[in-house]
């Protein structure tokens, strides 16, 4: 690996674990201040609005500039979210902010990648990426946890500065202000982040036109991405994929947490352990896959999710604590060596179709639509009076049954086209640029 991977890991590794933290203290933050449960809950879909909403925006403005100026300023909107937190704004305009800032980094945290390294190490580089990021995940929730608990807490608001009020008097206001100091370490590496030599593409403005009329000139180029990857024999399998499994880990936490109540009888602080336990999974499985899987062979591990969907339904077997913790490694595991290389894979495809932060771009508008979609689905389910089993049922089935459509559209491809599949697939093998 190239010198410069390691520096994108370390500012990925920094401000995800801040992200993560904050949540946990703002949180923390909103239940010191009365807020309602119906508030702190938001804070969840609020982080990702600006992934959605701003995707068409987001994505040219990572392929405009060097992605080590994008992550930095990504980080610096994050910081500005905290210090808003900090000086009383309500904590969710706060967080939406921080989110903002979150939404403009995913395009060149994962950009760049392509841009530094040839396309046979794309597997390898994801491996590590992915499962660092889940690593801050877990450290994330533990370090906001311990951040605003009394032993570190009282420390840090025992520090005293002359002259200077800080008006930081609480625990979770204490834990917001040394996160910020996180998130500056964070943009300390995106500056040592070295510049790849690819050709920037200028954002399509016109100096006569408004920022807002820009923004919306934007949306045009956003849609035809988005139309050219699903159009694409491997670039629409891959998208399909991720979007599913990111749609389902995303709300996995939720059906851990419900599962868990009744299966274990846990409370929640007991059953959010047991989601770090598939995070770890899923770290294994991603460094795994990182070792034994190639570019040109990633659409094999599709089968995969068709299994995590079927595994999520024999969660309801199982009411062993000594059972369920390896299977949810296993089930982590099984989604870690799913996703690697079929993101790997969309991100060889979309660099070469339109630019590494337009396909990014255009992945995570797709992916968290499918987090809201399959959230409401499952909200649905237990809203019409499923009990949780029956709604986790639903899901598991729901997941399977469009990985095995996913796989049969793979398979259709491959019987129309096979030498247009041959080709692309041969490209992703031979590809050496940089």
Known sequence: MKRGFYTIMSAQFFSSLADNA????????????????WQRAALVPIFTIF????????GAFA???????VMFVSNAIKVVGCLIMLFGAHPLLAYAVV??????????????????????????AN???EGLTIASIILGIVLGGQLVGHVVSSRLLA????????????????????????????AWFNTRIPLTGVEMRPLRANPHHGVVRNMVALVPDFWHCNARLWRDRLGQISLATTTLFWGAGGNLKYIVLAWASLALGYSTAQASALTGVVAIGTAIGAIVASMRMRLDLATRVIPLGIAM??????????????????????????????????????????????????????????????????GAFYSACTGFGLSAYSAITAFGIVVAGFMWLVRRWHQSNCRKYPEEIAHLLAIARSDKHH
């Open 99 to 124: 989110g903002l800032g979150a939404a403009a980094y995913s395009p060149a945290k994962y950009g760049i990648l392509t841009e530094l390294l040839p396309s046979s190490q794309l597997v390898k």
């Open 309 to 374: 969907g079927l595994l999520l339904i024999g969660m309801n077997y199982i009411t062993n604590l000594w059972v369920a913790v390896p299977f949810l490694i296993l089930l982590g595991g099984l989604g870690g060596f799913l996703v690697v290389p079929m993101n790997a894979l969309l991100q060889h495809r979309g660099h070469n179709l339109m630019g590494a932060g337009r396909s990014i771009a255009v992945q995570n508008f797709n992916e968290n639509a499918s987090i809201l979609i399959l």
């Open 22 to 37: 904050l949540f946990v203290a703002a949180v923390e933050l909103m239940r010191n201040d009365g807020a309602p449960e």
């Open 51 to 58: 992934y959605v909403a701003l995707a068409p925006l987001v």
């Open 159 to 186: 520090l005293d500065f002359p002259i200077i009020d800080t008006g930081v008097d609480t625990p979770p206001e204490a834990a917001i202000a040394a996160l910020i100091l996180v998130y500056m370490l964070a």
């Open 127 to 129: 491996g590590w990426i």
């Open 63 to 69: 392929d405009a500039l060097p992605k080590g100026k």
